[in-house]
């Protein structure tokens, strides 16, 4: 199926770039690398997040004070992120100033200098960024619970990675992991903006063209098959944090959209989830209770996080445990599976409001399928679901001998 709203250059460097056509006084772009804290080896934990701080302290013409005024000084915002797959900076700014966003990421991509001073600091900024995220207990488990369903996988650590592992990272280190993983065919740059496609060729040969093509030899691990695991912590917090859930589809399985569809009635977005009604609604259990499908290139992870008092842990499991089980033995009927598809395409369609958002999602369908795929495509593989379909995928990934759950609990 051809999308005509999107144009994919293809630079002889293996560098691609998607091009979204939009009248508007505003331009975001990102530059999205496919690499991220599973591609770091043991005792190197955190790499990948310690690059994305460092690329905005020095590079070989610019200094830290004059890489944050540069889009600053126009209005324009830059910022970054990493995953356990992917580095992404991004920017927006006024029409005029895309020139002054390309040359910026082509100089922090493939011209930053690491010195050791920045260094130094950012190892302390960061140690602060992971204390204050155990101070979370809502949002470590999540990571805590990746490692447990993930271990001897680069997927299962935290992508702020280990203390010790960080103080003693080296210009060495840094410089290798960017040797290894930073493939210019695995860089995709993202824009959407009021442009003609010429002019976008244009900036994005000027560039990026310049850049050799770095095609290192990379294969990421198979990720291993755990044994299910129930695990108790108790730790100095004065609610039950709860987790469950088991592994599921890579983004490369069909059906992947079933049980993205599924996730969404059980506990996705919005307050009239299975779940929430469930549990919070009708019972006043868990202020919050969700469900999360996460997709990764060779698989995925299902889960459930509710956030609880004490007494209530047991009742609020047995609710959650008679939903799933309710899926598994009758499914979801005609009327029930209509309506979700309708709330869940319309979500996905306001999603695409937010330009930034779409154009980061767009770049990575790019790497990922060296194509977009389109809103009409979404939409047609959400309406090819059949009921039958999700009985099958409830029946698969809610199997209990497949579930694995983590709680945080009070200290006595």
């Excluded at 043991?42 to 610019?62: C, N, P, S, V, Y």
């Excluded at 990493?82 to 390309?102: F, Q």
């Excluded at 496609?197 to 291993?224: D, H, M, W």
């Excluded at 059980?266 to 209770?289: C, D, H, P, Q, W």
């Amino acid at each position: 199926m051809k999308n005509i709203e999107y144009e994919i250059i293809r630079l002889d460097n293996g560098i691609r770039v998607v091009f979204h056509r939009q009248a508007s006084p505003i331009t975001h772009t990102c530059l999205v690398v496919n690499a991220g804290s599973r591609d770091e080896q043991d005792g190197k934990f955190g790499m990948a997040h310690f690059i994305e701080h460092l690329l905005f302290k020095q590079t070989a013409r610019r200094s830290m004070q004059q890489i944050l005024n540069h889009l600053e000084a126009v209005g324009g915002d830059l910022n970054a992120y990493t995953t356990k797959e992917y580095t992404c900076i991004h920017a927006s700014i006024l029409k005029p100033h895309l020139h002054k966003a390309l040359d910026l990421f082509e100089d922090i991509i493939f011209h930053s200098t690491f010195p050791e001073g920045e260094m130094e600091k950012e190892k302390g900024v960061i140690a602060d960024e992971m204390a204050s995220y155990l101070d979370s207990p809502e949002e470590s488990i999540i990571d805590d619970y990746e490692d447990l369903v993930y271990q001897q996988s680069g997927l299962g650590h935290n992508i702020l990675g280990l203390e010790k592992d960080l103080m003693a990272f080296s210009q060495t280190d840094v410089r290798q992991f960017i040797q290894d993983n930073y493939n210019t065919d695995e860089l995709v740059i993202g824009i959407t903006g009021d442009y003609e496609l010429r002019q976008i060729e244009k900036a994005i040969t000027r560039y990026f063209g310049p850049v050799k093509r770095n095609s290192p030899v990379r294969q990421r691990a198979a990720v291993p098959v755990n044994k299910a695991q129930q695990i108790e912590i108790a730790k100095p917090i004065n609610q039950v944090h709860y987790m469950v859930g088991a592994p599921a589809y890579g983004m490369f399985d069909d059906r992947k959209t079933g049980l993205l569809l599924l996730n969404n009635m059980l506990g996705g977005f919005g307050m009239s989830s299975i779940l929430n009604l469930s549990v919070r609604e009708k019972y006043g259990i868990a202020y919050t209770i969700e469900s999360n499908y996460t997709l990764f290139s060779d698989t995925g992870l299902f889960t459930i996080y509710f956030g609880t008092d004490e007494e209530k842990v047991a009742r609020a499991k047995k609710l959650v445990f008679k939903e799933l089980d309710k899926l598994q033995q009758k499914g979801v009927t005609e009327g029930q599976l209509q309506k979700a598809k309708n709330k869940f395409k319309g979500q996905i369609a306001l999603a695409e409001e937010n330009r930034m958002s779409m154009i980061i999602a767009v770049s990575k369908n790019v790497m990922d399928y060296d194509r977009v795929i389109s809103l009409p495509e979404v939409f047609e593989k959400i309406d090819l679901v059949s009921s039958a379909d999700l009985l099958h995928i409830a029946q698969d990934i809610f199997d209990e001998k497949k579930l694995t759950s983590l709680a945080f609990v009070p200290e006595d």
